[in-house]
Each structure stands twice: as structure tokens, then as C-alpha cells.
């Protein structure tokens, strides 16, 4: 077993009621915005709106931090996730889990494709093409914002679409956020075809400073992640009450990282660009304030 939430025993056997306030705690832990998130979410939901958290940051913490053999400790997570669906949900974590999968049908693949998105992290540090960058968002984004979804009660292939886009955006907008401190952990996300035609090197990533090229380089990435903002923004219209709210706001926050990025000239390596509390805090008012005049100018 490595499921443990709270950081203790992961096989110890909990009521399902301390079960989902481990999650909970889990995810208020590690999810600045999980406040702001729990107000928007109805109460009937806060608490398998926090499995599935608990879920990404216990296999994203398997794929990123724990020591040893990395990839077995996955698979033995894969198993727990298999028991958890055969309704033998153990520890902390499963027994939650198990309970949010039978009350709202959940599928098992975007949890399957979570845990091969961290795989994937232990296989491959170098994408080729932006097609392939894509192909691993499907993976390590993609699933977090259909299991939303459902909770809401949408399952349709459109809303899918949307949904897709938007978390792949912000996957994305993360990556160009984050060029330098991906660079120390041996990783790099610029697509190897698009430095190429930037003709930006990996040493030219290492630099203190972006050279003219990068600059370019992430100006490009950045253009694009916008236009798949742009592409599933429409999901926010196509879904009702506070959930419109927190789609609405996960946009604009993806966008607001991207205008710190332009702020910033497009060089990622001097500083890390960041959306300060401030500006949150903003963005949060104005969004209320759009939807409830019919505005969208956020594109």
C-alpha cells in the first residue's frame, strides 16, 4: 500500500468520515486555491472534490519525491486504484476513493492516465514535438477536469472537448512558467522541433538570461497556450451554477500567468513569473463581476 494522505499508516482502517477529512486535509495542504475552490463547490461535493485532489498529489508525489524504484511503487498504486474499484478500498485514501467512484459511476481511465503521466516522468525528460507535449498532457492534465465534470453531472463529449483544452492550456502555461526550475530537475518541455527553429540550445537554457531566440522561442509557446485558452473558454457558458465561477477563474488564472510571463519580456530563466495574492484577489472580483454583466474579455 501507498496510499496516506496524512502521512501515517496507509493501511490503517478508517470510517469513510475520517477517510474524506484526511483528503481534505490533504488538499488544503497543497492546493492554494483549495479555499476559494471548496466555497464555489457545492457542500454535497467538497468532500470527493478532495479525493480525487488527494489522489493527483499522492501519485504526483510517487512520480516526483518518493526514493527507490519509483516506477514499482506505481504499479503497486495502479493495484490499489484496481481494488479500490472492486469496491476493497484500503487506508485513508482508497476508502474514500472507493466511495466517491461507486456513488458518482466514475471511469477508471483518467486515474490510469494520471498514474502513466508519472510513468511517463520516469521514461521521458525530452519531448520532440509539440504533438507529443500534447500527448502527455492528455495524461497528466486532461483527466483531472472530466472527473470534475462528472461530479457536476456533464459527460458528454463536447463539454470533454472543452475541458480538454483548457486544462491543457493550463498545463502548458505552467511549463513556460517554469522553463528554469524544470531545467534543474534534468527536465526540459520546449518541444526539441521548436527550439530547433528557434535555434535555441539546451545550453541556451541553462543562461541566466534569456538570449533574444529563447525570448522568441517562449513568446511562441506562449501565443499558442492562449489560443487553447481561447478554444475552451466557451466551457464556462456550458455549465451551470458556481461551477462556471471556478472554470471562469481557472482560465483567467492560466492567462494571468501567461501576462506574467510576457511582463517579464518572455525570459523565464532570470525570475520565475508569478500571479502575486493581489492580483488574485482581483482577478477573483472582476471575474464575478464579468459574469455577472455578460462580459468576456479575457482573451
Request: glycine content about 6%; proline content about 4%.
Amino acid at each position: 500500500m501507498v496510499n496516506a494522505p496524512s502521512g501515517d499508516d496507509p493501511t490503517r482502517s478508517v470510517s469513510l468520515a475520517e477517510a474524506y477529512a484526511d483528503c481534505v486535509r490533504l488538499a488544503r495542504g497543497h492546493y492554494e486555491n483549495f479555499t476559494v475552490l471548496s466555497w464555489l463547490t457545492p457542500r454535497r461535493l467538497r468532500p470527493h472534490r478532495a479525493a480525487i485532489y488527494a489522489f493527483c498529489r499522492t501519485v504526483d508525489d510517487l512520480g516526483d519525491e518518493v526514493p527507490g524504484d519509483r516506477l514499482a511503487r506505481l504499479d503497486r498504486f495502479e493495484e490499489d486504484l484496481d481494488a479500490a474499484f472492486a469496491g476493497r478500498g484500503q487506508g485513508p485514501l482508497f476508502t474514500a476513493l472507493a466511495a466517491t467512484i461507486g456513488r458518482f459511476d466514475l471511469p477508471r481511465e483518467p486515474f490510469a492516465r494520471l498514474i502513466e503521466a508519472n510513468r511517463s516522468d520516469q521514461r521521458t525528460v525530452r519531448y520532440e514535438t509539440f504533438d507529443d507535449l500534447i500527448g502527455y498532457c492528455e495524461h497528466s492534465a486532461n483527466p483531472v477536469g472530466r472527473l470534475v465534470l462528472i461530479l457536476h453531472g456533464y459527460r458528454d463529449a463536447e463539454r470533454f472537448a472543452l475541458s480538454d483544452a483548457t486544462c491543457t492550456a493550463l498545463q502548458l502555461a505552467n511549463f513556460w512558467q517554469d522553463v528554469a526550475r524544470d531545467l534543474a530537475i534534468g527536465r526540459i518541455y520546449l518541444p526539441a522541433e521548436d527550439r530547433a527553429s528557434f535555434d535555441v540550445s539546451e545550453d541556451d537554457l541553462s543562461a541566466n538570461r534569456a538570449s533574444e531566440n529563447v525570448r522568441a522561442l517562449v513568446r511562441f509557446e506562449v501565443d499558442r497556450t492562449r489560443a487553447l485558452f481561447a478554444q475552451g473558454l466557451p466551457l464556462v457558458d456550458r455549465v451551470r451554477g458556481r461551477l462556471r465561477v471556478e472554470l471562469a477563474l481557472f482560465s483567467r488564472g492560466g492567462l494571468a500567468v501567461l501576462d506574467a510571463v510576457r511582463a517579464q519580456g518572455y525570459d523565464t530563466l532570470r525570475a520565475r513569473p508569478t500571479v502575486g495574492p493581489r492580483a488574485k484577489r482581483r482577478l477573483i472580483a472582476s471575474t464575478l463581476v464579468d459574469l455577472a454583466c455578460g462580459r468576456r474579455r479575457w482573451i
